[in-house]
Nanobody, 118 residues
Framework: QVQLVESGGGLVQPGGSLRLSCAAS????????MGWYRQAPGKERELVAG???????VYADSVKGRFTISRDNVKNTGYLQMNSLKSEDTAVYYC????????????WGQGTQVTVSS
């Protein structure tokens, strides 16, 4: 059974940083591409960043230069380092594992809330 468990969300002031983690189990993690998505109230879920099996990365324009996606295939964990956070980054963040780069698979985590507010 595939499980993705996000952690690291919370309340942070504008300009602050958070590091999200996604612990994967029940799958051969190194064989999957990984993505971080977010969904703000009243909005559709959107791709924030993706990382391929080989480590290639893609970012949404809104987070380029501020967020960094990475993965540790030994620990079966993905990460999203978020710096210079803005109020518009407030959302529930989800990780996803899929067979194809930038194509969401069926495997989603439960989400972690990120709130950027003073």
């Amino acid at each position: 059974q595939v499980q993705l468990v996000e952690s690291g969300g919370g309340l942070v002031q504008p300009g602050g940083s958070l590091r999200l983690s996604c612990a994967a189990s029940g799958l051969s993690f190194s064989s999957y591409s990984m993505g971080w998505y977010r969904q703000a109230p009243g909005k559709e879920r959107e791709l924030v960043a993706g990382i391929s099996r080989s480590g290639s990365t893609v970012y949404a324009d809104s987070v380029k230069g501020r967020f960094t996606i990475s993965r540790d295939n030994v620990k079966n964990t993905g990460y999203l380092q978020m710096n210079s956070l803005k109020s518009e980054d407030t959302a529930v963040y989800y990780c996803n594992a899929g067979r194809f780069f930038l194509v969401p698979g069926d495997n989603w985590g439960q989400g972690t809330q990120v709130t950027v507010s003073s």
